[in-house]
């Protein structure tokens, strides 16, 4: 008889991907609202990491990524019955999105105060040089400068510019008044500019 | 129509961005962080040994901070031990579901381990089981369970290619 080869175990694909917390969640609640549930979050996932991504990443890792989604997930989980089906399901979730993805900001950015930001781009934009596969200087620049705007800044600009929501849907999302974001928006517009190489680029 | 410049020059920058595959860290960029976790433990050490040393000190010189004990510093410092060790017992005692901040906690300490059980790393496995052991309600724990199920699923499975096959 022939030996076996020992198998190489394989590992479970948790990384980008609802199913590891899907099948955690499940039990802990009747099949048809686990069933409701997942079928939302599948639905949501690919625009909940967007968001986050574009809340949280440049500078930021894929860890910080991650964690911020599971964190959505689990209040999302755990606040399921609070959902009055008021508004669009997706819409909760982006506001609860945006609440955790600014706790995570404001967590980094005291953990930053006191250890010092790790010098992440000066090595990414060599490594991204020497594969021959820069990306475009000025969008290089406007990444950077979004990740020293505020928190709050960045926020409305993503909100209104790359998740292409209005005033109002803004306002709910951040639980502010229309003329609040109105206000905010025109702060982080001027600001970005400033950053932008002092308005050259928007010209 | 024009499209306003910010907007333009932000969707640009979205869909360039290399987040779209965001880059691992390198070595040097693993490195300092770790010299930086490093030197956070470090402070939190010193943070909890500097009381207990401070005690430990005052202990053996016999000072007493409190004249009215009349007890020794060291029975003293045995009954507070004891007491201590009570209450731990007691809480131990009473399991408590898992909060919403211990969830969290257990998600965010499954994420890391994983990190490194699939890197391979088999300290990051132990932790993994001590995870599903010590919370097996959260949801960290039961994703910790699901993974050294998987993984003990795909040992336990003969594998379809003989070595003798591959040999010949």
Known sequence: MEALAPPIPALPSFVGSPEPFLWSVRGDASS????????????????TVRLVERLLAWPGSASDVEDVVQDVLLAAWRGRRTFRGEAEWTTWLHTITVRRTRNAARARSRRERWFGRPDTDAVRDAEAQGDGATPPMESDEVRRSLGRLRHADREVLVLRYLESLDVEEIAVRLGLQRAAVDARLSRAR?????LLDGGEMLR | MNRDPIESLLREADANAPTRQIAPLRASELEQLRRRQLARRGAALALVALPVLALAWDTSLGVHRDPVISTSPSEELARSLQ??????ASLRARPAPPSAASDSA???TFRALHRGAARGDESSVEGLRWLADRFPET???????????T???ARSTPSA????SKTK
Do not use: M, N, Q, Y
């Open chain 1, 32 to 47: 048809e609202e686990s069933e409701e549930f997942e079928r939302r979050v599948r639905a949501a996932w690919p625009g």
């Open chain 2, 106 to 108: 257990a998600a965010h």
């Open chain 2, 139 to 149: 949801h960290g724990g039961r994703c910790a369970r699901l993974f050294l199920d």
């Open chain 1, 190 to 194: 001027k600001r970005l500019g400033e």
């Open chain 2, 83 to 88: 007491e201590l060790d009570d209450t731990l």
């Open chain 2, 151 to 153: 993984k003990d699923e």
């Open chain 2, 161 to 164: 290619t003989p070595i003798d």
